[in-house]
């Protein structure tokens, strides 16, 4: 078994960890096409905390016994000792090889393989990748292989380490939903590129709080307001609506807000964060608010300089390289340049790769 030989994986895989984090996708999805592009039949993706080892937002797909997964977290993962000495050695960004800590042949002697891994958890060939999100916060990336498919190949082992930087992302955005004490550990500068406007309540609908993007929001006096107990639109139905939203999220909810006539409405996607928070995020969208992101959001997301993220900027916008390289007043071969050189940095292959991904991720606003 193989990697296969495609050709665009990495926007698809990229894009898929984008929307499972904001919630438009789900990771389960973003799991498969992982396992698909590095060849493996196993994969998993979680936040740990490094002090106490406690797992947020965990997610497992492929061939696992899902129904046996939280035992091996409490009570098997602490014994496996090719995890515990490699997760918090590991350079940001590094992949691990499992089998370079622990061979595959002296691994099956354990106690650990034997008595469970092998029968519920059967990744005896392994890889890893971990990036450090948050001070104590770690976002953990893992793909195995059964027994009998061997070893992972250098290709894939290549290919996982041009995640990193997506997992990083993703992993920082998701935080944010996850539970505001953690997304407030997070640098000041990311925390400013994904605005989200976001709203705390309890699983009862208590209103806990609400950051500063959505209190800024609500001083526009559009449609929504802030009170006591929370968001507050304006038309009573659709207080009705959220409030209900809030106390059944389900797996999920999303309603639209009036905010005057010949306007379009605002939405609130009410999302449910797993235990220990255990709390309903409400998460306010202005689908007026700019498509293309603001290329100082992009060049701090990314890591690129003023004329790279405003190259980004325009291919996203659809503009011709040679148009942006005329406005820039560069030659086009400059402009070729600082395209390859914005590619490699996104992960990307092609200039459609780049418009796709810019055009998923959240609004990247720098806000004064």
Not at 277 to 282: F, G, I
Not at 285 to 305: H, N, Q, R, V
């Amino acid at each position: 078994m193989s990697a296969p030989p495609a050709e665009d994986w990495a926007a698809p895989v990229a894009l898929a960890f984008y929307a499972a984090a904001s919630g438009t996708g789900s990771f389960a999805d973003a799991l498969a096409l992982c396992r698909s592009a590095l060849g493996a039949d196993t994969s998993f993706y979680y936040v740990g905390r490094l002090d106490d080892g406690t797992r947020f937002d965990q997610h497992v797909s492929g061939a696992v016994s899902l129904d046996r997964i939280d035992e091996y977290t409490e009570d098997w993962a602490r014994l496996n000792v090719r995890q515990s000495r490699a997760w918090a050695e590991a350079p940001d960004g590094h992949v691990i090889d499992f089998e370079r800590i622990v061979p595959a042949e002296a691994f099956v002697g354990m106690p650990v393989w034997r008595e469970f891994m092998r029968h519920h958890v059967p990744m005896l060939h392994a890889l890893g990748l971990a990036v450090r999100v948050a001070p104590g916060l770690q976002a953990r990336f893992g793909i195995g292989r059964l027994p009998e498919n061997g070893p992972f190949p250098e290709e894939a082992r290549a290919r996982l380490g041009l995640l990193a930087p997506h997992l990083l992302r993703a992993a920082r955005a998701r935080l944010r939903l996850l539970d505001a004490e953690a997304a407030s550990l997070l640098p000041e500068a990311v925390t400013r590129v994904l605005d989200l406007a976001m709203a705390r309540y309890d699983r009862t609908g208590r209103y806990l709080g609400a950051n500063a993007a959505l209190r800024r929001l609500a001083a526009r006096g559009d449609g929504i307001a802030l009170g006591p107990g929370g968001i507050v639109p304006t038309r009573p139905g659709d207080r009705t609506a959220l409030a209900d939203s809030i106390r059944n999220p389900g797996r999920g909810a999303r309603v639209a807000i009036w905010r005057g006539k010949g306007s379009v409405p605002y939405l609130v996607d009410v999302i449910p964060t797993p235990p220990p928070a255990s709390q309903v995020l409400a998460i306010v969208t202005d689908p007026l608010a700019p498509d293309t992101p603001e290329s100082a959001g992009l060049a701090t997301l990314f890591g690129l300089s003023g004329p790279q993220a405003e190259l980004a900027r325009d291919i996203a916008s659809g503009v011709p390289l040679a148009a942006h390289a005329a406005a820039a007043g560069v030659p086009l071969e400059t402009a070729r340049s600082r395209l390859k050189a914005v590619l490699a940095r996104t992960g990307c292959r092609r200039q459609a790769d780049l418009a796709a991904l810019v055009a998923r991720l959240p609004p990247l606003r720098l806000t004064p």
